[in-house]
């Protein structure tokens, strides 16, 4: 499982709604504190690419990731990569239960309360597309 979160090659395969891809080249992760990591998400269906990018703050291998979350639609600001735009605060948890690992995801940031349910709906698509890739 921590290998699905923390590979570029396999975080491009599944890191992205179950209708859409990632965009190609735009994969990065080292994960090492204060390491980059980045996707972009072709949203054809709309006309659009959504690009997220940030930094790692915690590494503790195969129990927790927590990662800065920024968000754009614009090529050039995806490739400048401003450590000051506006970030959420995202922590991955990883537990062995049983010969199985559980994740818990949780996403701390401002969010308008009427697009709540829409991230929320979101990273469930994500959470398929990775049952997708592990099975």
Same mark, same amino acid.
């Given at each position: 499982?921590?290998?699905?979160?923390?590979?570029?090659?396999?975080?491009?395969?599944?890191?992205?709604?179950?209708? !859409?891809?990632?965009?190609? *080249?735009?994969?990065?992760?080292?994960?090492?504190?204060?390491?980059?990591?980045?996707? *972009?998400?072709?949203?054809?269906?709309?006309?659009?690419?959504?690009?997220?990018?940030?930094?790692?703050?915690?590494?503790? $291998?195969?129990?927790?990731?927590?990662?800065? !979350?920024?968000?754009?639609?614009?090529?050039?600001?995806?490739?400048?990569?401003?450590?000051?735009?506006?970030?959420?605060?995202?922590?991955?948890?990883?537990?062995? $239960?049983? *010969?199985?690992?559980?994740?818990?995801?949780?996403?701390?940031?401002?969010?308008?309360?009427?697009?709540?349910?829409?991230?929320?709906?979101?990273?469930?698509?994500?959470?398929?597309?990775?049952?997708?890739?592990?099975?």
């Amino acid at each position: 499982m921590w290998h699905a979160w923390t590979d570029p090659t396999a975080l491009e395969a599944w890191y992205h709604p179950t209708t !859409m891809s990632c965009v190609p *080249g735009s994969i990065t992760s080292d994960p090492v504190v204060g390491g980059a990591w980045s996707t *972009g998400i072709d949203v054809r269906e709309f006309g659009f690419q959504a690009y997220f990018y940030g930094w790692y703050t915690e590494v503790e $291998r195969h129990r927790r990731l927590a990662h800065t !979350m920024s968000y754009t639609q614009a090529a050039d600001e995806f490739a400048a990569r401003d450590r000051n735009a506006p970030a959420h605060l995202v922590v991955v948890e990883f537990e062995e $239960r049983t *010969g199985v690992t559980w994740v818990k995801f949780s996403q701390f940031g401002d969010l308008p309360a009427e697009e709540a349910p829409r991230a929320q709906a979101g990273i469930e698509n994500y959470f398929d597309s990775l049952g997708n890739f592990l099975t």
